[in-house]
């Protein structure tokens, strides 16, 4: 096995296992990819062996020739910390970017399909690969907090959900000072949530899908993870208050800013 491939494996594998114990990955929900065209030589892309090309029903032509680790369709999070190659494939664009194919080792068993969620997860890339960004990590995950606060009719709105965010610990203006992106409900898998996130990607990392869980972008995938947790803990700091019998003070709007003052003092 190629080293590179393993370190990726190994990554994948660990961040599996956070989104399983956190109780993000109920049966298979989750997954992930990342661009790994820069990692494969050719002559270990040539070592490999190939399904046929199977048809994209949108032609992304930036992803023309790249190669892609995901996690397979119906994979539990559990089992992919525990054996991240089987719950994982790489599969090549072809140089057009309308068509894929799976690669693998000549001795592995017939590789599994990839995510549902391949159509949103191949758009966003795209996008990052259009715009010359430099994530290459895609993570998601049906975090029990996004949920359960986008069932709040009041939190359908992303300046309310951003300013609660900010409001109720430093970290999050330290750490996501752009704020969170939103996006109504629309059908997992589909072409069109891929479409609402990238709308959403020109000014934000981390994404919440109503109702669904939450989606982030990063350079690699254990800052991807990073952020989600914060999200995450910063959502339970304020279900924990309402649940103890009040409404969380928050952070004033002048705390908010001497944190933006003193941490990005240009901006
Ligand atoms: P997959 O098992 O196809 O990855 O689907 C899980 C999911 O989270 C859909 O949004
Ligand atoms: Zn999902």
Known sequence: MDEWLEEQYKSIGKVAGYLWNKGWAERNAGNISLNVTDLISHEERDGLSFSFFYQLEKSMPALGGQIFLITASGSRMRDVKEHPKRGLCLIELDETGSMYRILYSGKANRPPFPTSEMPSHLTIHHFLARERRPERAVLHAHVTETIALTHNTDFKNEERINSLLWSLQPETTLFIPE?????????????????????????????????????????????????????????????????????????????????????????
Not at 213 to 221: D, F, W
Not at 239 to 248: D, E, I, L, S, W
């Open 179 to 267: 704020g969170v992106g939103f996006v109504p409900f629309r059908i997992p898998g589909s072409y069109d949530i891929g479409e609402a996130t990238i709308e959403k990607l020109k000014k934000h990392k981390t994404i919440i899908w109503e109702k669904h869980g939450a989606l982030v972008i990063e350079k690699n995938l254990e800052e991807a993870f990073d952020i989600m947790d914060l999200v995450a803990k910063t959502i339970a700091i304020y279900f924990k208050c309402r649940m103890a019998g009040y409404k969380p003070e928050g952070l004033s709007k002048k705390q908010i800013g001497d944190i933006r003052d003193t941490f990005f003092p240009s901006e």
